[in-house]
């Protein structure tokens, strides 16, 4: 999970800060309270969150031990494409979907090279 500020934002330091809160574990019980799926534990393990979405403890549980990224002998090389291909996407260096497909080119060889697809 990550947060970007468009760099046309005109409000950048407001939306930095909003992001700061959302997930501090004020914001981010609050998030949770009210439909959310933070990713900070100690809203999810909050007893007051736990008692309303008892699935939570069990996310909060597990939460160090997550990896968005695959573990792959070639992960190191994928991971900063897919950096790079959100950062392009974010920014507007590319269209989104150019950055999108660019990145799934990229993915593909990488993988094709460590033997994990054809």
Do not use: H
């Amino acid at each position: 999970m990550g947060w970007a500020i468009p760099a046309c934002s005109e409000n950048q330091p407001e939306a930095y800060k909003f992001i700061e809160w959302l997930t501090s574990p004020e914001g981010a019980k609050l998030w949770a309270m009210n439909g959310g799926i933070p990713g900070n534990i100690k809203a999810l393990s909050d007893p007051e969150v736990v008692a309303k979405i008892p699935q939570f403890a069990l996310l909060a549980e597990v939460m160090p031990y997550r990896s968005i990224f695959p573990t792959l002998t070639v992960s190191p090389e994928m991971l900063p494409v897919v950096n790079e291909g959100v950062v392009a996407a974010v920014t507007g260096t590319k269209d989104p979907q150019a950055a999108a497909d660019e990145m799934a080119a990229k993915l593909n060889e990488i993988l094709k090279s460590g033997g994990y697809i054809e």
